[in-house]
C-alpha cells in the first residue's frame, strides 16, 4: 500500500506512454479503490482521521470520506475523457485536428454542474458549523492557556471547580536527543492530563499567554488558535472513556513541536475521585502556603 | 508612449559589453533572461532549505537541525520559493513573452524595468544573509503572526525590509506590464484577441497592484510594533494580533493567485499548440481568470478558520471558496476539450503541461476539503496543507514553469534543447514531486501538525518516504539546469518555427533566436 498510492498518480499519467493501457487503467483503479476501501472501512486507518471521538468528530469523520468519493467521481469522469483523448487523438495515429472551439451550451452546463455538487457539499458542512459554534450550556467549563512551551488549565464551573495545574511534556529529553530508544507516546505524553468525565458537554475556553498556540484534540474534532489578550472557545462531548492525544497546532517558536495536549476521559465515578483526590491535594498545598506565610 | 518608441528606433543591436550590459540594459529580453537566472538561483536556494528540512524530518529525533534553526529554514524556505523564486520567475516570461506576443518593440517603461530586477538581488541578499546576522533568520513561519514575529530578533527587521524591496520590485513590474498591454498592442490586435497569457499577466499585474500595498503596509505595522512602540498587534496596548492575519491574508490569497494565474496562462498556450486545435471557449477562460481573481479578494479567512470567527463568518468565507471550484473547473473542462480531437503530440512542454492539469487537479480537490469548514478544523496547520499547497504550487506554479521554459527556449535562444533529457526530467520530477507530497495527505489526516522538527513514531515511515522523494526531486532540478545550459552552449540550431501548432506573433513573426530589437514596425493583425 505505502508505494502502491504514490504510483497512481504517476502511473494514470503514463497511460500516455508505451504499457498497455488497459492494464494500466485496471492496475490505478484497483489502488484507488484500495485506499478508498481502507479509509472507509477501517476505522483505525493509517490513511486517514484517527478513530472520531465525539459527535462533531464523526461529521467531520463521513463529511471527508463523503467528498473523497465525490472527487474520485469527478476525478475519473475529466481524466477519462482526457486520457481517453491523450490515447487516440494523436498525431502519431494519424488523427486529424478538428476546429471546433467554442459551446455555449456546453459552457453553461459545466458551470451549472458543479455549483450543483458544491451546494450538495455545503449543505452538511453549514449544519455542522453551527453546531460546532454551539458552546452554550455547557456541563463543566476548563479553561486551557497556551504558554512557551506547555499548557495550563483552570478548571472554571461544573463538577472540579477550582482544580488548576500545568501540563508539560514528559518525554524525557535524552529520547528526542537519541540518547533512550523512543517510547510509544513519544512527544504525545505530558505529566499531568486533561481529565474530564464521559458523556458531559465540555467547553474549553482558550487563551494564550505569550504567542499564538492552538490547542488541537483529533479524535474529539476540536482545534482553536489560543490568543493572547482575547479569549475563544469550542466544546465536546466525548463518547468514549480512553486517552486523546493532540499537539499544539500554531507555530509559537523554538518548542512548538514539544508541547502537546493529552486528554483522558473517565467514566462519571472515576472523574468524581479524581476530582475529590485533585481538590485534596489543593488543599494540603494551599494550607502549606498558608502556614509558610 | 511616442518618447519610448522614438527611444527603440535610435538603437542597433549595439549595447555595452560585459558586465556593464546587464547592469545599465532597458532590454526586455536581457531583463526577462535576469530575472529567469535571479529566480532559478532563488529556487536552488529554497530547494537547499527544503533538503535540510527533509533529511532533519528523515526520522524522528533531532539529527541536523536544532528546533531554532529548523523554523528558520522554513520560514525562508517559504519566503525565498514565493518571493524570490516562482513571483520573479513569472516576471521574467512576461518580460520576455508579453512584448513578443503582443507586437511591442519593448516593455513600456525600459528603465523602471532595469530598476525593477536590480531591486531583487538586494532582497534576495537580505534574505539570505539574515541567517548570518546575531540571533538568525526570521523563525516566525512565512507568515510571519504576530508576537511571534514581533519576538525575533534582526533577522525578522531584514525580512521586512527585504519584503518592503520586493513588494516594490512587483509593483513597478506590474504597472509596467499594464501599460505594455494596454497601449503597446500591435495594430487590430483588441484586448479579446490577445493571447491568453497576455490577458492572464493583465489580470495578474492588477491583482499584484492591489495586494502588494497592503503587504507593505502590514510589514510596516510589524515593524513600528517591533520598534516605535505602537500595539496594532498587541492586545496589551489595545491592538488585535488577528489584526495581522486578517490584513496579511488580504494579501496572501490574492497572493496564490498572482502565483497561479500566469501558470494557467502559459498552460493555454501550450495545450492548443500541441493539440494542433485552437483554444476551446476562448472568452469564458477570460471569464474565469476574471472571475478567479476577483473572488480571491474576499476568501482570505478560509486561512483563518481557526482563528476564531462568527458563524456566520465562517459561513460566508467557506461559499466564496468554495465558489473558486467553478472558474477553476471551467478552465480545466476547456483545457480537455482544447485536446478532444486534437491531433496531439508530447515534446516536453505539453508533458509538463498535461502533467501540470493533472496534479493541479488533485490540489484543487484538497482546496475544496480544506474549503469545508469542519474538515478545515482537522487539517488546518497539518501536513494535509502541505501537501494541498505544494500540490498548487509545485506541480502547478513550478511545472507550468518548466513547459513554459522548455517550450520558449527555442524563441530566446535560437537552440533545442535535448528532447530526450527534457522527457527524463519531467518523468522523474512526476515520480519523485508524487513521492514526496502524496503521502503528506495521510501524514496530516493521522494528525502530523506541519513546522515541527520531530514527530511521534507512528509518522515515521511516511515522513521517510516523503524525504526521499525530496531528495530525487531536488536532484532532479541540476538536470533541468544541465538541459538548460547545454542548450545555450551547444543545442541543435532550433528550426525557425520548432512546433508547427504554434499560432503566436513570437511565432508567426519573427526568427529563432528573437532579434535583441524586435517589433521595431508594428505587426498587422488581423
Not at chain 1, 494500466?24 to 472507509?40: C, D, E, H, P, R
Not at chain 2, 481557526?306 to 483545457?335: D, H, R, S
Not at chain 2, 482544447?338 to 515534446?347: A, H, N, Q
Request: hydrophobic share 50%.
Amino acid at each position: 500500500m505505502l508505494i502502491v498510492v504514490p504510483e497512481v498518480c504517476k502511473i494514470s499519467n503514463h497511460v500516455g506512454g508505451n504499457m498497455g493501457s488497459k492494464s494500466v487503467v485496471t492496475w490505478a483503479g484497483v489502488s484507488a479503490f484500495t485506499l478508498y476501501s481502507s479509509m472507509a472501512v477501517g476505522q483505525q486507518s493509517k490513511y486517514n482521521f484517527p478513530e472520531p471521538q465525539s459527535v462533531i468528530a464523526q461529521d467531520i469523520y463521513d463529511q471527508h470520506i463523503m467528498l473523497l468519493w465525490i472527487c474520485l467521481v469527478i476525478f475519473i469522469a475529466v481524466f477519462g475523457v482526457m486520457f481517453y483523448s491523450i490515447l487516440k487523438h494523436r498525431k502519431s495515429l494519424g488523427y486529424k485536428a478538428a476546429n471546433f472551439h467554442h459551446s455555449t451550451t456546453v459552457e453553461i452546463v459545466w458551470t451549472v454542474i458543479p455549483c450543483i455538487i458544491l451546494i450538495a457539499m455545503a449543505y452538511p458542512a453549514t449544519k455542522t458549523v453551527i453546531a460546532m459554534k454551539d458552546t452554550s450550556s455547557p456541563d463543566m467549563t476548563i479553561k486551557a492557556t497556551g504558554y512557551q512551551w506547555m499548557w495550563g488549565y483552570d478548571y472554571l464551573q461544573g463538577e472540579g471547580e477550582g482544580i488548576s495545574f500545568f501540563s508539560k511534556l514528559s518525554t524525557p529529553r535524552a529520547q528526542y536527543e537519541n540518547k533512550e530508544p523512543k517510547g510509544e507516546h513519544y512527544l504525545l505524553e505530558v505529566d499531568n492530563r486533561v481529565v474530564v468525565p464521559v458523556g458531559k458537554k465540555v467547553r474549553v475556553i482558550i487563551t494564550a499567554n505569550d504567542v499564538i498556540h492552538a490547542w488541537w484534540v483529533p479524535a474529539l474534532g476540536v482545534k482553536q488558535d489560543a490568543i493572547p489578550g482575547f479569549i475563544r472557545d469550542s466544546w465536546f462531548t466525548a463518547d468514549k472513556a480512553g486517552i486523546y492525544r493532540g499537539q499544539c497546532a500554531e507555530l509559537c517558536g523554538k518548542d512548538h513541536g514539544f508541547m502537546p495536549i493529552v486528554v483522558e476521559v473517565m467514566e462519571a465515578d472515576d472523574y468524581t475521585q479524581w476530582v475529590a483526590a485533585q481538590q485534596s491535594a489543593s488543599a494540603v498545598k494551599t494550607s502549606m502556603h498558608v502556614e509558610n506565610k | 508612449m511616442a518618447a519610448v518608441h522614438g527611444d527603440a528606433h535610435g538603437h542597433d543591436d549595439h549595447h555595452p559589453s560585459g558586465i556593464m550590459r546587464w547592469v545599465t540594459t532597458t532590454n526586455h529580453k536581457d531583463i526577462g533572461t535576469m530575472y529567469l537566472w535571479f529566480s532559478f538561483t532563488m529556487f536552488l536556494i529554497g530547494g537547499f532549505l527544503a533538503m535540510g528540512i527533509r533529511a532533519e524530518l528523515y526520522q524522528p529525533g533531532i539529527q541536523i537541525l536544532e528546533p531554532e534553526l529548523f523554523n528558520q529554514f522554513t520560514t525562508l524556505h517559504g519566503l525565498i520559493m514565493v518571493f524570490g523564486a516562482i513571483m520573479p520567475a513569472f516576471v521574467g516570461f512576461a518580460n520576455w513573452q508579453v512584448p513578443l506576443m503582443i507586437g511591442a518593440p519593448d516593455m513600456a517603461f525600459a528603465r523602471m524595468n532595469n530598476w525593477s530586477f536590480w531591486l531583487l538581488p538586494v532582497a534576495g541578499t537580505l534574505l539570505v544573509g539574515s541567517f548570518f546576522v546575531p540571533g538568525g533568520a526570521a523563525a516566525g513561519g512565512w507568515t510571519f503572526y504576530p508576537p511571534l514575529s514581533t519576538q525575533g530578533g534582526l533577522g525578522v527587521d531584514l525580512m521586512i525590509f527585504a519584503v518592503h524591496i520586493l513588494g516594490a520590485s512587483s509593483i513597478m513590474g506590474s504597472i509596467n506590464i499594464i501599460t505594455t498591454i494596454l497601449n503597446m498592442r500591435a495594430p487590430g490586435m483588441t484586448l479579446m484577441k490577445m493571447p491568453m497569457f497576455v490577458w492572464t499577466w493583465l489580470i495578474t499585474a492588477y491583482l499584484l497592484v492591489l495586494v502588494m500595498p497592503v503587504l507593505a503596509g502590514v510589514v510596516t505595522m510589524l515593524l513600528t510594533d517591533r520598534h516605535f512602540g505602537t500595539s496594532f498587534f498587541n492586545a496589551a496596548g489595545g491592538g488585535d494580533p488577528v489584526m495581522f492575519q486578517h490584513i496579511f491574508w488580504f494579501f496572501g490569497h490574492p497572493e496564490v493567485y498572482i502565483m497561479i494565474l500566469p501558470a494557467f496562462g502559459i498552460v493555454s498556450e501550450i495545450i492548443p499548440t500541441f493539440s494542433r486545435k485552437p483554444l476551446f471557449g476562448y472568452s469564458s477562460m477570460v471569464y474565469a481568470t476574471a472571475s478567479i481573481a476577483i473572488l480571491s479578494c474576499v476568501v482570505w479567512a478560509h486561512h483563518m478558520f481557526t482563528a476564531g470567527m462568527p458563524t456566520v463568518g465562517q459561513l460566508f468565507f467557506m461559499y466564496a471558496t468554495m465558489l473558486i471550484a467553478v472558474p477553476t473547473g471551467v478552465k480545466v473542462f476547456n483545457w480537455t476539450a482544447t485536446m478532444w480531437r486534437g491531433s496531439m503530440t508530447f515534446e516536453t512542454p505539453m508533458l509538463f503541461a498535461i502533467g501540470f492539469i493533472f496534479l493541479f487537479v488533485i490540489g484543487g480537490f484538497s482546496g475544496v476539503i480544506c474549503a469545508i469548514v469542519p474538515i478545515d478544523i482537522q487539517v488546518q496547520d497539518t501536513y494535509y496543507v502541505i501537501a494541498h499547497f505544494h500540490y498548487v504550487l509545485v506541480s502547478g506554479a513550478l511545472f507550468s514553469l518548466f513547459a513554459g521554459v522548455y517550450y520558449w527556449l527555442p524563441k530566446w535562444t535560437g537552440n533545442m534543447y535535448s528532447e530526450t533529457l527534457g522527457k527524463w526530467h519531467f518523468w522523474l520530477s512526476m515520480f519523485f514531486f508524487n513521492l514526496t507530497f502524496f503521502v503528506q495527505h495521510f501524514l496530516g489526516l493521522a494528525g502530523m501538525p506541519r513546522r515541527i522538527p520531530d514527530y511521534n513514531l507512528q509518522f515515521a515511515d511516511f515522513n521517510m518516504i516523503s524525504s526521499i522523494g525530496a531528495f530525487g526531486f531536488g536532484l532532479t532540478q541540476l538536470l533541468f539546469l544541465y538541459i538548460v545550459i547545454s542548450c545555450i552552449r551547444s543545442g541543435e540550431k532550433s528550426p525557425e518555427k520548432p512546433w508547427e501548432g504554434a499560432t503566436t506573433l513570437e511565432w508567426t513573426h519573427l526568427p529563432c533566436p528573437a532579434p535583441y530589437h524586435s517589433f521595431e514596425k508594428p505587426p498587422i493583425v488581423k
